[in-house]
């Protein structure tokens, strides 16, 4: 049974219009696993629409201040959103079931299509399918673009911070930590300290004892299966993986995209694990499956992993990847959660996450345009004068039938408001039927 609520939390925010018993909510999380397709814009705008438009169990600026939070964090920041959902809703337990479950679907999917690959090859009834997966996804972007514009730009001032993070990351490769400390300083030091009634503004959830106790706890956790492969093991194969993917989890700032140069020059020529094209259709799997794109690692584990030893280290590889990717997220939500809603209260904090939200809505649209280029065009460059870069695509490899679904998809789910999984389950029939046509 749901409950209902419309108190105030010490945050000064209204609580959600109702709160979930655990199994409706592991349910919804489930189905956000299962439907998190398109990379980290389209995965906010689903969480978006099921957690604060359809079930409102988390408020519009809880939602806005977790999401800034979490993009300052290293990381698959979708992931760490659901684990903030899932904590505020139902505590530790509801964190690791959202994350587990935000992760696992795709994880589950990546790791049958890595062994397919491997053993198979390409199928194309899959790479179909996904193919109009995409096609929608384009569309829940946008939609997810236009509503998280309309909330968090709400002043010129933050319209142009939007504007300036996207001219910085699109069109000057900024790196993102930069762009989102300069968007935080400029919030902190210059925003405007709107008074807010509240009743408790320094209050936070936890003691400095519990939080350093889950710091070490986690830390622990993480280092667990490194510490059993390098002793328990004659080859140091399975600990050279965890190391690795271990250093990623720490500097991955801004999601998988700002570090998949440095991983693809590593792994390829530095380990030799992979070729640049096996590397390159991991990508490509990671961004047609559902889940967060840093699934990609467990392409990589599992392909250096089957091409060491067979299957069976291919798949401990995928493991290991996978627990050394998403462990430390648990880490900085649990460790961080509590604090998020005393940052939204403090008047320069919460100016600089205003900010910061600000310059996440033009991170988006950058996100939002790259996936659009990659799903609409086969081929996609890069091109740099100077200090400028710009992503140009070949006009002669325009894709007309994902162009097709997408505006299908744009009709049924912006002005019919079909739900995702109709308009995802259209596009991919859809694709079927085009495919069927063409050749």
């Not at 079931?97 to 053993?119: D, R, W």
């Not at 699934?295 to 392909?303: K, M, R, S, T």
Request: aromatic letters at 12%; hydrophobic letters at 55%.
């Amino acid at each position: 049974m749901t409950s209902r609520s419309n108190s105030t939390d010490s945050a000064g925010y209204s609580n959600p219009v109702s709160t979930p018993t655990l199994g409706e909510a592991t349910r919804v999380w489930l189905k956000i696993g299962l439907l998190s397709f398109g990379g980290p814009a389209a995965q906010m705008a689903l969480m978006h629409r099921f957690l604060v438009e359809e079930k409102r169990w988390l408020d519009e600026q809880t939602y806005l201040n977790a999401l800034s939070f979490c993009m300052l964090l290293p990381g698959p920041e979708a992931m760490q959103l659901a684990t903030y959902g899932g904590w505020r809703l139902h505590g530790t337990i509801g964190g690791l079931i959202a994350g587990l479950l935000f992760v696992l679907p795709g994880a589950i999917v990546v790791l049958i299509l890595a062994a397919t690959y491997m053993l198979l090859g390409d199928i194309p009834l899959v790479t179909t399918i996904f193919l109009g997966i995409k096609a929608a996804v384009l569309v829940i972007v946008l939609e997810a673009l236009l509503k998280i514009s309309k909330r968090a730009l709400g002043k010129p001032i933050y319209w142009l911070l939007a504007a300036f993070s996207f001219i910085g990351i699109f069109f000057l490769s900024l790196p993102f930590p930069l762009i989102v400390l300069g968007a935080g300083l400029f919030g902190f030091f210059f925003g405007q300290r709107e008074t807010q009634s509240q009743t408790d503004i320094d209050s936070v959830d936890q003691s400095w004892a519990k939080l350093w106790r889950t710091v070490l706890v986690w830390l622990v956790i993480w280092a667990i299966p490194l510490v059993l492969v390098n002793t328990l093991l004659p080859q140091p194969f399975l600990a050279e993986v965890g190391i690795f993917f271990s250093k990623l989890a720490v500097v991955t700032f801004g999601g998988a995209y700002a570090v998949l140069a440095y991983m693809g020059q590593a792994v390829v020529d530095q380990f030799g694990w992979l070729t640049a094209g096996e590397m390159m259709d991991g990508l490509g799997l990671a961004e047609t499956t559902p889940g967060p794109l840093i699934l990609v690692n467990e392409f990589v584990g599992f392909i250096a992993g089957f091409r060491e030893a067979g299957l069976g280290l291919g798949v401990a590889a995928a493991v290991m990847s996978l627990w050394v990717t998403f462990v430390p997220c648990f880490l900085w939500i649990f460790a961080g959660a509590p604090y998020i809603n005393w940052i939204g209260n403090q008047p320069r904090l919460r100016d600089a996450l205003r900010a910061i939200t600000a310059a996440v809505v033009g991170v988006i649209l950058n996100l939002s345009i790259w996936f659009a280029l990659h799903v609409l065009f086969r081929e996609v460059n890069l091109e740099k004068w100077g200090a400028v870069t710009l992503w140009k695509p070949a006009i002669t490899t325009f894709e007309p039938l994902v162009f097709a679904l997408a505006a299908i998809s744009a009709v049924l789910l912006l002005l019919r408001h079909w739900s995702i999984i109709s308009v995802l389950l259209v596009s991919a029939a859809g694709a079927i039927l085009g495919q069927s046509f063409l050749v």
